[in-house]
Nanobody
């Protein structure tokens, strides 16, 4: 089992920045692909970013590419999502997820564990 707890969400003006954190506990953190997803009201959950178990490879949705950076700190069992130049359309609940599948990327069904989510609201 892996437990995931997100933090760092909040209210920010358009153009601002936020750094989301996801603290993991339980089984070996470094064995998992870690991802961030988001879900806006009335919309399906969508992929934001993912990082390989080693941290050497990162993947981004086109909607956040160039504005966001995913990283992981194995010593702290934590994955981060730095988001810059935020837009109102980035408003959503952001979820951290962990996958034991090395091929996991943007498909939610490939992830085994999920956090409870943290709200990000971007005002115009």
């Amino acid at each position: 089992q892996v437990q995931l707890v997100e933090s760092g969400g909040g209210l920010v003006q358009a153009g601002g920045s936020l750094r989301l954190s996801c603290a993991a506990s339980g089984r070996t953190f470094s064995s998992y692909v870690m991802g961030w997803f988001r879900q806006a009201p009335g919309k399906e959950r969508e992929f934001v970013a993912a990082v390989s178990w080693s941290g050497g490879r990162t993947y981004y949705a086109d909607s956040v590419k160039g504005r966001s950076t995913i990283s992981r700190d194995t010593a702290k069992n934590t994955v981060y999502l730095q988001m810059n130049s935020l837009k109102p359309e980035d408003t959503a609940v952001y979820y951290c997820a962990a996958s034991g599948r090395a091929y996991a990327r943007s498909t939610p069904a490939h992830y085994d564990y999920w956090g409870q989510g943290t709200q990000v609201t971007v005002s115009s």
